[in-house]
């Protein structure tokens, strides 16, 4: 019987890497996607020597670039046209507003709509296996974040806490449109809170992010702690018909925010499509 297939996003540190880390464990074959070959190489040994795992390929590709993104998909259908589960767990913390490549600000694409192009790009291969499931790693400060469509990526007023928190309200409406339109289908898509995680990128935050790191260090749980709800919706039977829902410490959590409406999320998910000239998928 073949092993299922996962592909964690970010998965050479913290979260990630704990998250691989785990399902390496529990019998997947992990992808790594990662933008360094040689730290995605390195997690891929340290894995493997620690959980005796030896199906653990390597993606590489930068969020910061939508052709990347395009690249990654391209080369996960060709080498797995069956994908069982996708964890989308990179994000960025970004302390002051840069555009990318493509002209996005760093923290929009990275944090969220890259996610959402390569889960786009990915639902065929999810939709060939008999049990897909899409993990969305969000962040409890979504309810900070503020859906204004004349100023998505900070182009009129930028704040870092902001632009961060809006990101994560961003994937977490767009987590329960997606949900809503693949009702019908063998897909679950849910978003996880992994809570203060004492990772590199709380670590090596810089302005107002590092007087909040500081604060937040004496709280902070280990990664392997981090990644626990993530494996727990990865595998758990209980929630294999749960979808379109907000997780953290492996509970359903009561999303809160005013902006997050259905025709908001519908306003999104449009924006978003025309942005990246995606067809819509047909409803299932």
Not at 95 to 118: C, I, K, M, P
Not at 209 to 228: D, H, M, N, Q, R
Not at 245 to 259: E, N
């Amino acid at each position: 019987m073949a092993k299922p297939v996962c592909l964690i996003t970010g998965a050479t540190e913290g979260v990630g890497k704990a998250t691989a880390q785990a399902l390496a464990s529990k019998g997947f074959t992990v992808v790594l996607a990662a933008r360094n070959l040689a730290k995605a190489e390195a997690t891929r040994r340290e894995i493997g020597a620690t959980s005796g795992a030896k199906d653990i390929d390597i993606i590489v590709g930068d969020l910061s670039s939508l052709t990347q993104v395009r690249q990654m998909a391209e080369t996960v259908q060709q080498r797995h046209p069956t994908l069982d589960l996708l964890i989308n767990n990179a994000g960025i913390m970004a302390a002051e507003r840069t555009l990318t490549g493509d002209g996005y600000e760093s923290g929009y694409q990275v944090n969220y709509l890259s996610h959402f192009l390569l889960t786009h790009l990915l639902l065929d291969a999810l939709k060939n296996s008999e049990q897909g499931r899409i993990i969305n790693l969000g962040s409890s400060v979504y309810s900070m974040g503020r859906f204004d469509p004349g100023n998505l990526q900070g182009e009129k007023r930028f704040s870092a806490i902001g632009a961060y928190a809006a990101s994560k309200l961003f994937v977490l409406m767009s987590t329960i449109e997606l949900a809503e339109r693949l009702r019908g289908a063998a897909i679950t898509v849910n978003a996880v809170h992994p809570g203060i995680v004492n990772t590199h990128m709380l670590k090596s935050a810089t302005g107002i992010f590092k007087l909040i790191a500081l604060l937040a260090t004496p709280v902070a749980v280990s990664p392997e702690k981090g990644a626990a709800t993530s494996v727990y919706l990865a595998t758990s039977p209980d929630v294999a018909a749960v979808s379109g829902r907000y997780f953290a410490d492996s509970k359903p959590k009561p999303v809160k925010s005013k902006f997050n409406t259905e025709k908001n999320r519908a306003l999104l998910w449009d924006i978003s499509m025309d942005a990246l000239r995606l067809h819509e998928p047909a409803r299932v």
